[in-house]
Each structure stands twice: as C-alpha cells, then as structure tokens.
C-alpha cells in the first residue's frame, strides 16, 4: 500500500520517539496533578478545574499503565528499563490526590490486582536489559520505592472504602477517630 510521505514520516516518528515520548507525556501529566489537583477544593473556578483534574487523574494511570505495557514489548535499553520503575511511582499517584470520587475507594481491591500485574510487567522491562546492565543499583532502588508508593496509594484505597471506614489500621488513626470530634461519642450517654 502506498502512503503519502507525510503519513509515512508520523509513523517512522512514531516508531522512534513512542516510548519516550509517553515517558515525558507520564511526568508532565504528574506534574500537572502535583500542581493543579489541591485547587480541584477551591471555590472559584470548580466547573473548569474539576473537570481537567478528573480527565488528567484518569489518563494519569492509563499512560503509566500504556507505557510499561510497550515497553515489554520493545528492545529495552539500559535508560528505558530505568525509567519502568519510575512508571511504577507513577502509578503510586501523586501526594495531593488518591481518588478522585469516592466510588474509586471501593475499587481497591482491583488496584490491588493491577498493582500486581504492573510489578509483573516492571519485573520483566527490567528482566530483559539485565545482560550488561549498568544501572541496576539505581533501577532496584526506584523499583522498591514505586512498589511501596503504589502499595500506600492501594492501602489508601482499601482504608477509605466503606467497609473499612471505621476499622482503624493503626493506633494513630485509632486516637482520631475516638478523639472528641468523632461522631459516635456524643451518641454515648453520659453519666451525671
């Protein structure tokens, strides 16, 4: 079949720059999350940053997910494995947005699989660049870091879904949630 030149060039760019380019498109969508996600709170302007939180929180995942997904199936360099684990923090989320909804809290339990799959998928990018691999050290170190960020954003998950709700992980939360601005102690009777 014959393509026009243009066509052929996109596809040839394609090609060569589609990993790194999903690289540089992941970081920008963090960043923009790290910045822009704390105003979604803010009274003024919600009808046009909710909805641009909501689309970039959602592609944020997607992306990371999309990206360690090629990478498997692409001739992996010694740089391109390194930047697998940071796909993996990627999907940890940033610090200043977990869930976007509620309902995303209830849906921990099918993180909690992906979680799995996408340490599979990190597992075998970094696999298949051992021979000769430079940066393992560093690589290693970043894998550990993404696997407890995505960890903690799935503990966050599990912890804010109804059915955990009130079920204290740790002594800490369990000081709170008994504090006086708990609910359940001014439906104690109290004695006079």
């Given amino acids: 079949m014959l393509r026009p030149p243009v066509v052929e060039s996109v596809i040839k760019l394609w090609s ?20 822009f996600a704390p105003l979604r709170r803010q009274r003024g302007n919600r009808w046009i940053v ?5 689309s970039t929180y959602l592609l944020a995942d997607w992306v990371a997910t999309f990206t360690i997904g090629l990478m498997g199936r692409a001739e992996v360099s010694d740089i391109l494995a390194f930047w697998a684990p940071f796909l993996l923090l990627h999907l940890g989320g940033p610090d200043t947005i977990t ?34 691999k430079k940066l393992w050290l560093p690589t290693l170190l970043v894998f550990i870091a993404g696997i407890i960020k995505y960890a ?41």
């Fill in 16 to 35: 060569t720059w589609k990993i790194r380019g999903l690289i540089i498109l992941s970081l920008l969508v963090q960043s923009f999350l790290n910045l």
């Fill in 152 to 192: 903690e954003r799935n503990y966050a998950f599990y912890l804010a879904s109804f059915d955990h709700f009130e079920e204290p992980a740790t002594g800490i939360i369990k000081n709170l949630l008994v504090g006086p601005l708990c609910i359940h102690n001014y439906a104690i009777p109290t004695e006079k």
């Fill in 99 to 132: 869930s976007f909804s509620l309902e995303d809290n209830e849906l921990w339990l099918r993180h909690l699989f992906g979680l799995m799959l996408q340490i599979g998928s990190t597992v075998y990018v970094i696999l298949q660049s051992l021979p000769g």
């Fill in 50 to 54: 909710v909805p641009i939180c909501a």
